[in-house]
């Protein structure tokens, strides 16, 4: 699949999407400043979400409208999505700011309007949030416009990702392996599930939607062979915000899109010839040596033929063979042994 031009999936770097989620802290320029260190941290995109407080949900307090436990416990869901929304008439100026710097810029959709909007404003791709995977009408809604879908999977069960992956048809899709915990512990992330999603949905490309703490699991997810990886992005954790806890700064972010490539780089493939950076490194393996001066005719012996560093001698694996034959001529200390420097066989009496 590609996204605004820039391919995606194997024998690709992966595709790195700084999520701003509501780290705006409710202030345009903020939002702005997040773009543009988007850029400077060495995003591929920014992603924004597209819904209002009454759009996701309703101004209830009644059972099940108000968060128990974690980082919103005590808030209701309105509350919360009022504080987090990035407000639709924002979204013309972030997505001019994002085509001005070259950086890509798309959202995630929670309802219709929220698709129409986008369409609106011509964004490259959607992105399915976890919570909405099983909102297969939008899925199928996102879907009509042809432009490319990534899809994470936190709290899916796989019977639920390949309804969702139906639902998709025939666009350009790309799941993204999640963990709904926020914070995620690693021992929750089971990274293993990423190169799963690839083998098991034939065409699809697999990456991971991350919210764990610091930079390791998307580093350790790549190496799996995850081809997208969006992180939450803030300007400063110290700032608050409604995401912060689990988001990187961009000092961060830059040190993870650092360390990203360079493991994916370091895949590579199988291959076991020696390599560029080890040339002449062959030379300085252990090989046999003379390691005292001998007279021709005289036997070889663990005492003056041995086997060290550098390496123009014969192999380790013929010191057996050579022990006990006579050389056949004077040998000098820290020659190099060879063949041609034994008497043949039949001249060496016995090795006794």
């Known amino acids: 699949m590609s996204i605004a031009g820039r391919p995606i999936g194997c024998g690709h770097l992966p595709y790195l999407i700084a999520e701003m989620s509501g780290n705006h802290n409710g202030d345009l320029g903020r939002a702005l400043a997040l773009v543009e260190a988007a850029k400077e941290a060495g995003a591929d995109a920014v992603k924004l979400q597209t819904y209002t407080a009454d759009t996701i949900t309703i101004a209830h307090d009644g059972p099940g409208f108000r968060l128990e436990g974690g980082l919103w416990g005590g808030r209701t869901l309105h509350d919360l999505y009022r504080e987090a929304h990035t407000p639709w008439e924002w979204h013309a100026p972030l997505f001019e700011r994002a085509r001005a710097l070259g950086l890509t810029i798309f959202s995630s959709p929670f309802d219709e309007t929220a698709i129409e909007l986008l369409e609106e404003l011509d964004a490259p791709a959607f992105k399915i949030a976890s919570f909405e995977l099983i909102d297969l ?13 990534i899809i994470s999977t936190g709290l899916a069960t796989l019977g639920e990702i390949e309804e969702a992956v139906a639902a998709a048809g025939d666009v350009p899709l790309a ?6 915990g926020y914070p995620t512990p690693p021992e929750d992330c089971n990274l293993r599930t990423i190169p799963h999603l690839a083998q098991s949905f034939d065409g699809v490309t697999a990456g991971l939607s991350d919210h764990s703490q610091g ?17 939450h992005f803030t300007l400063s954790r110290a700032d608050g915000g409604v995401d912060s806890a ?25 291959d076991y010839t020696v390599k ?18 001998l007279e021709a ?7 003056n033929v041995r086997s060290i560093r550098p390496g123009f001698g014969m192999a380790p694996k013929h010191l057996p063979d050579v022990l006990g034959r006579r050389a056949a001529r004077r040998l000098n200390r820290g020659e190099p042994l060879s063949w041609d420097m034994l008497a043949p066989p039949t001249q060496e009496g016995s090795h006794g």
Not at 137 to 149: C, D, E, V, Y
């Open 215 to 231: 930079i390791a699991v998307p580093v350790a997810a790549a190496a799996m062979g995850a081809t997208i990886i969006e992180k």
């Open 297 to 303: 005719g005289e036997p070889l012996t663990a005492a």
């Open 276 to 293: 560029p950076s080890e040339a002449g490194g062959r030379d300085y393996r252990r090989s046999l040596y003379v390691v005292t001066d």
């Open 175 to 180: 799941l993204l392996h999640c963990v709904s």
């Open 137 to 149: 009408p939008l899925i199928r809604r996102a879907a009509r416009s042809g432009k490319p879908l």
């Open 246 to 270: 689990f988001s990187l700064e961009p000092a961060e972010f830059k040190a993870m899109a650092d360390a990203v490539r360079t493991a994916t780089a370091a895949m590579g493939r199988v």
